[in-house]
Structure formats: C-alpha cells, structure tokens
C-alpha cells in the first residue's frame, strides 16, 4: 500500500459544520425533546491556546478538552457530525504532551465505556487518525494504551479482543528506544550481510518499492539534504534501501537510478514480510537508528524530522 495524505478529510468538517455553531445549551443530546438529526452536531471544545497564559491553564485545559462531548449519548452519539470529532481527536493527539499521553488517552476509552455505540465511535477515530498507515498522525505510543484498554473492556468480546492483541503486537515491534529487528539483506551482486553489522552513527533504513511515486520523492530530497551528504561523507550516517518484496527484476531496473553511496538490496528470503519483522502496511516507512541499532525514529516519512533528530 502506498502512502497518502488523509489531511484532506478533516477539512471536511469545516464544510460540513460550517457556520452552524449551536449554542452550549442545544449541543448537549440529552437536552433535545425529539432525536436529533444525524451529524447534526459539531464536536467543538473549548479549547482556545492562544488565550492560555500558563502552563498550569494549559494543563487543565487539556484536561477540559473533552468535558463538553456527551459521553452517555449512548446511540444518540450518531447526532455528532463525525468528522469534527475525528478533527478534534486529531488537534487533541497534537496538543497533549507526550508524557501524559498514556494516561490521557486510557481516560478517554474509560470515559467512552458508558455504552459500546459511543466506544465504538471513539475506537474509529482513534484507529483512524494513530493507526491507519496513512494517517499524518499515526502513532504506535499512543496507540498503545489505547490498544491496551480495548482489550480489558468490558464490551469486547473474543473475537474482538483477538483484532486488537493482533494490532497491539504489532504496534509493540520496534518501538521508540528498543533495538530495531535485525534481517539479512542481499545487494545486486549477491553480497549478503546483516543490517545489525552496518557500523555507524546513525543508520537509516528505507523499506521501497520501484513502483512508489513517494519513494522516488523521498529518495531525491534525502539525496538532495545537505546534512545528509555531510554526514555520509564523514561516515556517520549510513542508509540502506531495502526491497521487501518478490519482483526482482522491477527493482533492478531501478537500481540505476538510486544513490551510488546507499546500500541499495533486497530481501532474499522475504523474512521481513513473513516474519512480520516490521509494519509494512505502507511504504516507503524509514527508520533511523543509532550505532547501537536503538530505534530514534520509527516508520517516518519526514525527512526534516530525520535531519533534526541527527542534529540534535
């Protein structure tokens, strides 16, 4: 699957809510005498950081952020326009701290508890803006916790609990901090060798394919990053390009056109597809690691943030 943008989405809810801001009173479905209609209600916290003067108000705002979205709607939840709350479930990811986020979002899955149509709205939402592999937000550490709390719940039943321990596994390989996951790789000429054995300070790792339009984009701004080429120069930074898949001659009729001073191979016996060695349910997915194979950034595709993360 190749990469795409589902930033388009959210400013759907800009449409969709438009200028039909309902007054605190009416937004509330346990007030409304009759069902109300359908996504007839905007999700909009009130949540206004540039009026936040400490870190303190910051604080208890985050903690506020959900306090006006009624959580016992139960199946009058379908009320909400859904994509203002997706919207506002991706603003939330951004603004809360990383430190809180574990516990903030266990609290969230505890809070949409009350009934399982409300939890059910809150599972796609979460999935949808930390889990999809095209979400710009996607975010196995805090996808985690919430992993974790699903499969505890109460309203889950086996069959359930099985999809969410199949994607907590996965989410849980080669996290922020652990040692990636060695492989063998095998370059054009038939040399083999062990990514673990690449010596350098950092190493970066891009899973492609030949037919990936984002690849070939990426590929050209890394070749084209001033810091990159330095720091390749000088021998601390070394990428290896991997080829996970089966059409070999599809790769090596790309091989002309990668960087002469990349590792540029495949996977010969196919391991890491099979083995599930890493999440490549999109690509390209890079990883950068330091000298000891410890992951820095997982399965990125910017490129400013890689720079950054060597820059530090």
């Given at each position: ?195 673990h054995n690449i010596d350098a300070r950092y190493t970066l790792v891009m899973f492609s394919n030949p037919g990936c339009n984002m690849c070939a984009d990426i590929i050209a701004e890394i070749d084209s990053s001033p810091l990159m080429n330095a720091m390749i120069e000088a021998d601390q930074l070394k990428i290896l390009s991997i080829y996970p898949d089966e059409d070999l001659q599809a790769w090596r009729n790309k091989l002309e056109s990668m960087p002469s001073r990349w590792i540029v191979a495949y996977d010969k016996e196919m391991k890491i597809s099979t083995d599930n060695l890493y999440d490549l349910r999109a ?30």
């Amino acid at each position: 699957m190749i990469r795409r943008s589902i930033l388009s989405l959210f400013s759907i809810a800009l449409i969709a809510c438009g200028d039909k801001h309902t007054p605190k009173a009416d937004s509330n479905i346990d007030t409304a005498t009759t069902l109300p209609a359908a996504n007839s209600i905007c999700f909009e916290p009130e949540f206004y950081p540039s009026r936040i003067e400490s870190f303190e108000e910051y604080q208890r705002a985050i903690d506020g952020y959900w306090d006006s979205f009624n959580f016992e709607a139960d199946t009058l939840v379908t009320a909400y326009n859904r994509t203002s709350v997706i919207q506002a479930f991706a603003d939330y990811v951004v603004y809360i701290e990383p430190q809180r986020a574990d516990s903030l979002l266990r609290a969230i899955i505890h809070r949409a508890e009350a009934s399982r149509p409300v939890l059910d709205l809150f599972i796609d939402v979460s999935t949808m803006i930390l889990h999809d592999p095209n979400s710009p937000l996607r975010n196995d550490e805090y996808y985690i916790p919430i992993l974790e709390e699903l499969i505890e719940s109460p309203h889950m039943d086996e069959y359930d609990r099985i999809i969410f321990e199949h994607d907590l596994a996965i989410a849980r390989k080669n996290r922020i901090g652990e040692t990636a996951a060695d492989f063998t790789y095998t370059t054009a000429d038939g040399r083999e060798s062990r990514m673990h054995n690449i010596d350098a300070r950092y190493t970066l790792v891009m899973f492609s394919n030949p037919g990936c339009n984002m690849c070939a984009d990426i590929i050209a701004e890394i070749d084209s990053s001033p810091l990159m080429n330095a720091m390749i120069e000088a021998d601390q930074l070394k990428i290896l390009s991997i080829y996970p898949d089966e059409d070999l001659q599809a790769w090596r009729n790309k091989l002309e056109s990668m960087p002469s001073r990349w590792i540029v191979a495949y996977d010969k016996e196919m391991k890491i597809s099979t083995d599930n060695l890493y999440d490549l349910r999109a690509i390209p997915s890079l990883y950068l690691l330091d000298n000891a194979k410890r992951v820095i950034i997982k399965d990125g595709t910017n490129v400013a943030a890689i720079e950054a993360a060597m820059s530090r």
